[in-house]
């Protein structure tokens, strides 16, 4: 049985980035090229900006975080796990 067809993937991402670069043709009732995007509430904006002036201390304490994440070596307690749980879903669990 096969299961994946060479360079199908490829023939997917090329058929996908032509879609994208497709302009409409004078003349034509196509409509624009509609891009994502994404916009950030007002309250959105001020975390924003609390996080970028965060303290060097916080920021130190993120990397170690960060890096320990990435080494392996960050580990969890069930205890922690079960206690934001709780607090989470409460009696719904």
């Known amino acids: 049985m096969k299961i994946n067809e060479p360079n199908r993937?490829?023939?997917?991402?090329?058929?996908y980035q032509r879609a994208g670069k497709a302009k409409a043709?004078?003349?034509?009732?196509s409509a624009?090229?509609?891009y994502d995007g994404v916009s950030l509430s007002a309250e959105g904006l001020e975390?924003?900006?609390e996080l970028k002036n965060q303290s060097p201390e916080?920021?130190?304490?993120l990397a170690d975080?960060?890096?320990?994440?990435?080494d392996g070596t960050y580990h969890v307690t069930s205890?922690?796990?079960v206690r934001k749980m709780?607090?989470?879903?409460?009696d719904d669990l």
């Open 86 to 90: 709780l607090a989470a879903y409460g």
């Open 25 to 29: 043709e004078p003349g034509t009732k």
């Open 65 to 70: 975080v960060k890096q320990a994440i990435q």
């Open 9 to 15: 993937v490829s023939q997917l991402l090329n058929a």
């Open 79 to 81: 205890d922690a796990v």
């Open 47 to 49: 975390k924003a900006r």
């Open 58 to 61: 916080r920021a130190a304490h």
């Open 32 to 34: 624009a090229v509609q």
